[in-house]
């Protein structure tokens, strides 16, 4: 199959290589026809693409576009974890340390203001989806379950014991039972102040200049001045 000189020797390239016959038929290599040297070293070079690789980091993906996504897959569930300490080391700081305060708050979530209280305990479930104007307020154990992103606006005050939830589960018993979810954003004006007790679930927009009474649960959208 190769080329070979008067003396018997094998033909080189320039660089090299022994040089293949120009009539040698290539079919192991899913080739059929006369090839010649560059093409078989291509088709031995070439690269083959997997069209059903997912990155590493797909399902996280999946949950910020509000896909159907695994929650237990990938980086996820360390990236809970890390910012569950976070949540923990403030809750477990004295009231007075202001300035620790907000600190650790400033990098748990994405976006603040410059003037903010958020009473401790705090618990979230990522913080990198988290963002509130400035003059926010939130009393005791404010929950905010936050796969897809949770945006507060400019002077929102939160009272005691309220939840604001993104993520929802198949209504199909067999997809839930696999543990799959999905996640929709909440979204909440300017100037709106919460009772306590208060539960916000996945995909609710409330506008500006609103009062939510306390122990309501928000399943709708609320249009400003309600």
């Known amino acids: 199959i190769y080329e070979t000189n008067a003396d018997g020797t094998y033909k080189k390239d320039r660089f090299g290589h022994t040089i293949v016959s120009p009539k040698f038929k290539c079919t192991g290599l899913g080739i059929r026809g006369e090839i010649n040297e560059s093409s078989l070293y291509g088709a031995i070079r070439k690269p083959q693409i997997d069209e059903n690789y997912s990155p590493r980091r797909d399902e996280k993906r999946k949950m910020i576009s509000g896909k159907l ?41 994405r976006k603040t203001g410059q003037n903010f209280l958020i009473e401790q305990p705090f618990w979230c479930d990522y913080g990198y989806n988290i963002e509130i104007g400035e ?48 996640a929709k954003p909440i979204t909440v004006g300017n100037n709106v102040w919460f009772g306590g007790g208060v539960q916000v679930v996945a995909g609710v927009t409330i506008g500006n200049n609103v009062v939510v009474a306390a122990g309501a649960v928000i399943t709708k959208d609320i249009p400003d001045n309600s």
């Open 135 to 182: 003059n926010f307020y939130s009393n005791h154990n404010l929950v905010i379950l936050d796969p897809a992103k949770v945006k507060f606006g400019n002077n929102v005050f939160i009272g005691p014991n309220c939840g604001f939830y993104t993520p929802e589960h198949p209504i199909d018993a067999e997809e839930r039972n696999k543990g799959l979810e999905y």
């Open 69 to 109: 996504y695994n929650p237990l897959a990938e980086s996820l569930p360390t990236e809970r974890l890390n910012v569950k300490k976070m949540c923990q080391k403030y809750n477990n700081l004295s009231p007075d340390d202001m300035l620790k305060r907000t600190s650790i708050m400033s990098k748990i979530l």
